[in-house]
């Protein structure tokens, strides 16, 4: 039965509001997901995962021509660099809650994500693991011309201890 008052009337009971902070992460989350929806579809087109068996180059090409299956729509100059950050943000932060290093992730991210006015790359999905004998991220991304369909895909493994290239190929 609802909450009522002195003369029985039903009254409404508002939920606290939330604080400022939580507003802002909610409406980023929120734009992130709308950001990197694939045109028709309603779920979230990135992942973060920690594997414990290795990737061969073999299993990071199958991962790559997966995400081409399904690549992000074409962007504005500034809707790019806000999916882009968005992006870097939000696999920092599922990193974090993994309990993975996530600075080592950023670096990585920054290191093969560099803002370029003249090719857009965005991250769809990031796999702490083995590579070869390395600790590695495994990054796959989307990217093209700017105004564009980012059709094309690239996977990246790089050592997670120093940052290096331990791996890369790339799909138009």
Do not use: H
Not at 3 to 25: E, G, H, I, M, Y
Not at 57 to 73: D, V
Not at 117 to 145: D, E, H, M, Y
């Amino acid at each position: 039965m609802p909450p009522t008052t002195p003369d029985n009337t039903a009254r409404q009971v508002q939920p606290p509001p939330l604080s400022n902070s939580l507003q802002v992460k909610k409406a980023l989350c929120m734009l992130f997901i709308l950001a990197l929806a694939a045109p028709g579809c309603g779920r979230q087109t990135v992942a973060f995962e920690v594997r414990k068996a290795s990737i061969t180059p073999e299993s990071a090409r199958k991962l790559m021509r997966q995400a081409k299956a399904e690549p992000p729509e074409a962007m504005t100059p500034d809707e790019y660099a806000s999916a882009r950050m968005d992006a870097i943000d939000s696999f920092v932060e599922a990193a974090e809650e993994a309990g993975a290093n996530s600075s080592s992730l950023r670096k990585a991210l920054v290191l093969v994500m560099p803002p370029k006015p003249q090719s857009q790359t965005l991250p769809r999905r990031v796999i702490q693991a083995p590579f070869g004998k390395k600790r590695a991220w495994i990054i796959i991304q989307n990217w093209g011309r700017p105004g564009q369909t980012l059709s094309s895909v690239k996977v990246w493994a790089i050592d997670a201890d120093d940052q290096s290239l331990l791996y890369a190929a790339s799909e138009r």
